[in-house]
């Protein structure tokens, strides 16, 4: 008498798991699709919560070429150390001190002179309003086809409405004032838990790159391993060239911005210059957005001056498109004017100042990744394309021969 006996079948027992795995992933997509509202809201309460261990890891990002630099320049070939730990934590330790200083330096320096030229320019509106209202006063008595009645109406009008602002501004300002306070709170709170992970990430970089390296090799066949791995070390040099030259460029950028205001005697040059310099990190619009707070409160306080700025303005920002950006970012994200206008626009779009800063940087991942994987496919057809670019720098330099 035969017995029924379950035997294990390794190709059944892949085609569940593929089963069960696409009936999983259609639940969680109409799941998605179905509660889009609350599935946005989930990811910006998740991000919220997360958001310092992004912070800290971006920080940790750009202060670790700074910790590699002092390892390698200053403490290994300069002054010959030999522990490896000592350097390692000599190298971390000078990188903050640095960092940390320099954002000293700024609260302490630099925050209180922006607040008393925000200060001043708004102790200022009265007798702007004041002057605006004189100046359109004189005008009409000197034309007289203007109609009197009609413009003094129009300031009758006008002047209560601002003064009615003003007095609503005023008497909102302290609860604005206790939220702002509220927020700077947590700000700093998550400010200091992001550069303690920052740090922590720095330290603890070797280890977790060991581990990253470890998981991957666990999964995936060796050779697709290497791949892997090799593709993950060109996208950090992507992001790293770009994240790294765009601050240095923006930083020159403050700089250049600063000493030509201060050279024309223009108005809150400290103010609107560290404006420039944040705004720069957008590429192409970056320096127009922060031309535009600059334009009206030099435009407001003296007209002359507003357009002075805005001449200097577009002055830097062709130095930097044609001559400072190319020369430290140089190719670093193999990306066409066209695609970074893309990524300017969607990132700005979906995630707003952030986005438009992300979205060069991560287009230019996605595009290397694109070209690798389209370039593969292409290879196994033994198909090849000639990349026009090359071709007329190429008939360029046989030209200037």
Same mark, same amino acid.
């Given at each position: 008498?035969?017995?029924?006996?379950?035997?294990?079948?390794?190709?059944?027992?892949?085609?569940?798991?593929?089963? /069960?795995?696409?009936?999983?992933?259609?639940?969680?997509?109409?799941?998605?699709?179905?509660?889009?509202?609350?599935?946005?809201?989930?990811?910006?309460?998740?991000?919220?919560?997360? !958001? =310092?261990?992004?912070?800290?890891?971006?920080?940790?990002?750009?202060?670790?070429? &700074?910790?590699?630099?002092?390892?390698?320049?200053?403490?290994?070939?300069?002054?010959?150390?030999?522990?490896?730990? @000592?350097?390692?934590?000599?190298?971390?330790? /000078?990188?903050?001190?640095?960092?940390? +200083?320099?954002?000293?330096?700024?609260?302490?320096?630099?925050?209180?002179?922006?607040?008393? !030229?925000?200060?001043?320019?708004?102790?200022?509106?009265?007798?702007?309003?004041?002057?605006?209202?004189?100046?359109?006063?004189?005008?009409?008595?000197?034309?007289?086809?203007?109609?009197?009645?009609?413009?003094?109406?129009? /300031?009758?009008?006008?002047?209560?409405?601002?003064?009615?602002?003003?007095?609503?501004?005023? !008497?909102?300002?302290?609860?604005?004032?206790?939220?702002?306070?509220? !927020?700077?709170?947590?700000?700093?709170?998550?400010?200091?838990?992001?550069?303690?992970?920052?740090?922590?990430?720095?330290?603890?970089?070797?280890?977790?790159?060991?581990?990253?390296?470890?998981?991957?090799?666990?999964?995936?066949?060796?050779?697709?391993?290497?791949?892997?791995?090799?593709?993950?070390?060109?996208?950090?040099?992507?992001?790293?060239?770009?994240?790294?030259?765009?601050?240095?460029?923006?930083?020159?950028?403050? $700089?250049?911005?600063?000493?030509?205001?201060?050279?024309?005697? &223009?108005?809150?040059?400290?103010?609107?210059?560290?404006?420039? +310099?944040?705004?720069?990190?957008?590429?192409?619009?970056? =320096?127009?957005?922060?031309?535009?707070?600059?334009? @009206?409160?030099?435009?407001?306080?003296?007209?002359?001056?507003?357009?002075?700025?805005?001449? $200097?303005?577009?002055?830097?920002?062709?130095?930097?498109? $044609?001559?400072?950006?190319?020369?430290?970012?140089?190719?670093?994200?193999?990306?066409?004017? @066209?695609?970074?206008?893309?990524?300017?626009?969607? +990132?700005?779009?979906?995630?707003?100042?952030?986005?438009?800063?992300?979205?060069? =940087?991560?287009?230019?991942?996605?595009?290397?990744?694109?070209?690798?994987?389209?370039?593969?496919? /292409?290879?196994?057809?033994?198909?090849?394309?000639?990349? =026009?670019?090359?071709?007329?720098?190429?008939?360029?330099?046989?030209?200037?021969?």
């Amino acid at each position: 008498m035969s017995q029924n006996k379950f035997e294990k079948n390794r190709q059944y027992f892949t085609i569940s798991l593929y089963a /069960l795995f696409v009936i999983t992933a259609g639940i969680i997509i109409f799941r998605i699709v179905n509660h889009w509202d609350a599935t946005v809201l989930a990811v910006k309460h998740f991000i919220t919560i997360i !958001s =310092p261990f992004l912070i800290g890891f971006l920080i940790a990002y750009m202060v670790n070429p &700074l910790v590699n630099m002092f390892y390698t320049k200053l403490f290994t070939k300069t002054l010959k150390m030999k522990r490896i730990g @000592l350097k390692k934590a000599l190298s971390i330790i /000078l990188s903050y001190v640095i960092v940390l +200083g320099f954002i000293l330096i700024c609260l302490i320096y630099i925050i209180p002179q922006m607040i008393a !030229s925000l200060t001043d320019l708004v102790s200022q509106i009265p007798t702007i309003a004041n002057d605006t209202i004189n100046y359109v006063t004189d005008y009409v008595n000197k034309n007289p086809d203007i109609d009197n009645q009609t413009v003094t109406d129009a /300031l009758n009008k006008a002047i209560p409405q601002f003064y009615d602002s003003i007095s609503n501004i005023l !008497s909102n300002i302290i609860p604005w004032l206790y939220s702002i306070s509220v !927020s700077f709170i947590k700000w700093l709170l998550n400010i200091v838990i992001a550069i303690v992970v920052s740090f922590y990430t720095t330290s603890d970089k070797m280890l977790l790159r060991t581990s990253i390296k470890k998981i991957i090799y666990a999964f995936c066949p060796k050779e697709r391993a290497d791949y892997f791995v090799t593709t993950l070390k060109e996208c950090h040099e992507i992001c790293k060239s770009y994240i790294i030259g765009k601050a240095i460029d923006s930083l020159i950028i403050g $700089l250049i911005c600063f000493i030509l205001m201060s050279i024309f005697q &223009l108005d809150y040059a400290l103010l609107i210059s560290v404006i420039v +310099g944040i705004t720069n990190m957008i590429p192409y619009f970056g =320096p127009f957005i922060g031309a535009v707070p600059g334009v @009206l409160i030099l435009g407001i306080v003296e007209p002359i001056k507003g357009v002075i700025f805005a001449v $200097l303005i577009l002055a830097i920002q062709q130095f930097d498109g $044609l001559y400072l950006g190319p020369k430290i970012l140089g190719e670093s994200t193999g990306v066409r004017p @066209l695609g970074i206008l893309f990524a300017i626009t969607v +990132g700005g779009a979906f995630f707003g100042v952030i986005g438009m800063f992300l979205g060069v =940087p991560v287009l230019a991942v996605c595009t290397y990744l694109g070209n690798q994987f389209i370039d593969a496919k /292409l290879k196994k057809k033994n198909l090849t394309f000639e990349d =026009p670019t090359q071709k007329e720098f190429a008939q360029e330099e046989k030209e200037q021969q």
